[in-house]
């Protein structure tokens, strides 16, 4: 019989490190259930995720498949494994310039493309606010230089879905609308995710706890604008997700729910991709609407940083200092306590 493989791309900022980590701790979960989630292009850094096997083809399309480890294991896997359906997830998939050619390396077989997709306005703010909290130095842009300087392909879904409906023919794909608070959707993710690879499951599966996701979660917008600030410091990238880990402890959650980008600006960006969503609805949704109304909310205005109040300038330039002297050590010696300067 021959096997199902399905490929899950993302897209970013659609809880795929979520997802990737329920799929690593219930590996053999799944195999029971007919399901397997290959070792072979994970890690070392991303233990949960294929994402090794992408990387290099992000870049260029001419490398061979044939001289990539991390594929040649895959097939390996593939080929060793009992279970009908082979399962392969990386979000970085959806930077991989031509699909087809995992086909052409890994031969016949039935091929699945699960994708989510997110309403453009909610996938940039977070995009930029992963870019800040992972620690890109030219992330000292506010969101709006951000804008301006990039051409922001990726939120181009028709041009997404094209080149995967190239590779596999549009009835190979699975797309649905990340619904974070499941306003729509009325199963959890992993059910609705679960569902497109296999019609019926047990659910005594485990599910993933905070700690996987919480370089993940969503920061409040003056924490953000002091890490965006301190992407200008030089020298800080190894202890910066240090940095990061606390100041998700000690914001104010309780604060008003903002966004980066006004409604004006919003609706702007969403009559852009307007066209293109109403055909992907046409072809994927019956001609439904993709997304939910912009809603209004209030904006915070990123500051610069002789704008933001004293302490938190003088937060950043604790941090940044404390940083700066721990590299100086072989050893970090102990957390930094923003606790203490807040």
Not at 40 to 57: M, S
Not at 209 to 238: F, G, M, P, V, Y
Not at 255 to 274: A, C, G, N
Request: with cysteine; aromatic share 12%; charged share 30%.
């Amino acid at each position: 019989m021959k096997k199902n493989i399905f490929f899950h791309i993302g897209i970013h900022k659609t809880a795929t490190t979520w997802i990737q980590e329920f799929l690593n701790i219930n590996s053999s979960w799944l195999k029971s259930q007919n399901i397997y989630y290959p070792k072979a292009g994970r890690g070392p850094v991303y233990a949960n995720a294929h994402h090794a096997l992408v990387g290099p083809y992000i870049q260029s399309d001419s490398i061979a498949f044939s001289g990539h480890t991390g594929w040649v294991d895959i097939k390996k896997e593939l080929e060793a494994c009992s279970q009908d359906n082979f399962l392969i997830s990386t979000e970085n998939f959806e930077y991989m310039k031509k699909p087809e050619k995992i086909k052409e390396f890994l031969g016949d077989y039935y091929y699945k493309i699960i994708v989510f997709l997110r309403r453009q306005d909610d996938y940039l703010e977070s995009y930029y606010q992963q870019l800040i909290k992972d620690f890109k130095p030219v992330m000292g842009y506010s969101i709006h230089n951000f804008v301006k300087s990039n051409k922001l392909e990726f939120l181009n879904y028709g041009k997404l879905l094209k080149r995967w409906e190239k590779a596999f023919g549009s009835d190979s794909l699975f797309v649905r609308i990340y619904d974070k608070k499941r306003r729509v959707t009325n199963i959890s993710l992993e059910e609705e995710f679960l569902s497109m690879i296999i019609p019926s499951f047990r659910k005594d599966y485990a599910i993933p706890d905070d700690k996987a996701t919480a370089q993940k979660k969503s920061i409040d917008l003056t924490c953000l604008d002091i890490l965006r600030h301190l992407n200008s410091e030089d020298n800080l990238e190894n202890k910066y997700n240090d940095i990061v880990h606390q100041i998700l402890q000690i914001q104010n959650r309780r604060s008003e729910k903002k966004r980066l980008l006004s409604l004006s600006d919003r609706k702007k960006l969403m009559k852009k991709y307007d066209g293109i969503n109403r055909k992907i609805s046409e072809k994927y949704f019956h001609g439904k609407d993709l997304f939910q109304d912009l809603e209004r909310t209030p904006v915070y205005k990123q500051k610069e940083i002789d704008q933001l109040p004293e302490i938190y300038q003088r937060l950043i330039e604790i941090v940044g200092r404390q940083l700066k002297n721990s590299l100086k050590d072989r050893e970090y010696q102990g957390e930094i306590k923003l606790k203490s300067v807040i």
